[in-house]
């Protein structure tokens, strides 16, 4: 694995009506290098994938969020009142704007996760800002599936079994080793490395007035965001006008059919692969894919003239 950490970021906010947008930054001021904005999973930070993109600073002038409701971003994050998706693809929209204002040039978006489908909802909204897209295994999940379990929800049938995990997640702990070492190989954190499980708790935790730590992601907002099913992944797939690479997971992908082959429509040159033996959680398990498929991507763009 190559977890050389070339660079230490940058912390900037990008403010807005409602707040401001923490995001880490890389390579800031070098001329010649192309931008780059990374957009984290649901319940997870920008500081989590410091690894990967670190060793990118070589060759990307890289930007890392912290989502709405996540991290050290101050935006309004208000559970009870988050329906959809939408907000992330229009924060993302802002940030895009701040990036190209600052660069003069487009943006490769790229995002794992959430971070992932919010990429695609800002491309296919505002392909004027966006240079292309790497996805690494995107919440893509077909209109039918999405309408039974909003349905669901709606009539309480059923529960949504990853809303109510995180909701009961476990918020405080006595310092941030003990968090640490209370997730190591377990859970969700089972197939991580040490070394992104610190980074996950260094970035997504905030001190107490009592001495503890908290999670800067309230599990109440992890839950919205997995029941915040409103937006329409499949109208903005279809509205995609510019070059993008998918890596999918092998088990558990949340990126369903017939999402790769609908992106393939949309993009007959992009690449799209399946990492085998990874899950959800591929960033962490296979983070010299990850680094190698955007840089593979930014060399595809290079030679399209794009």
Known sequence: MNS??????????????????????WGAGEPGKAPL????????????????LSGLSDQF????????????????????RHRNWYVYRDDLIAMAE????????????AG???GGTASVMAAA??????????????????????????????????????????????AV?????????RYEGRGAFRTWPRGFLEDYVEGGTKPREDGQIELSCAPAWEAANFRA????ITTAARNLHVPFALVRAERGSTCRPPFPMLLKRRDPAAHVMQVPGSTHFLPMEFPDVVAKEMRGFAARLEREGR
């Open 112 to 114: 794992h996760s959430m």
């Open 4 to 25: 050389v950490v070339r660079e230490t970021p940058a912390r900037r906010e990008l403010p807005l009506p409602d707040g401001a947008i923490s995001y880490l930054e």
């Open 125 to 170: 909204a505002r392909p004027d800002l966006v240079r292309g897209i790497a996805l690494f295994d995107p919440v893509m999940i077909p209109t039918a599936a999405r309408i039974v379990m909003l349905m669901s929800q709606l009539l309480r049938r059923r529960g949504n079994p990853l809303a109510d995990g995180a909701e009961k997640r476990r």
């Open 98 to 109: 701040d990036f190209k204002q600052a660069t003069g040039k487009k943006i490769i978006l």
């Open 173 to 181: 702990f006595a310092d941030r080793q003990t968090m640490v070492d």
């Open 61 to 80: 002038h890289v930007r890392a969020w912290d989502a709405r409701g996540h991290g050290e971003t101050t935006l309004t994050a208000d559970p009870a």
């Open 37 to 52: 904005h990374f957009a984290h999973a649901n319940g997870f930070n920008g500081f989590t994938y410091r690894r990967i």
């Open 229 to 232: 099913q409103g937006h329409n």
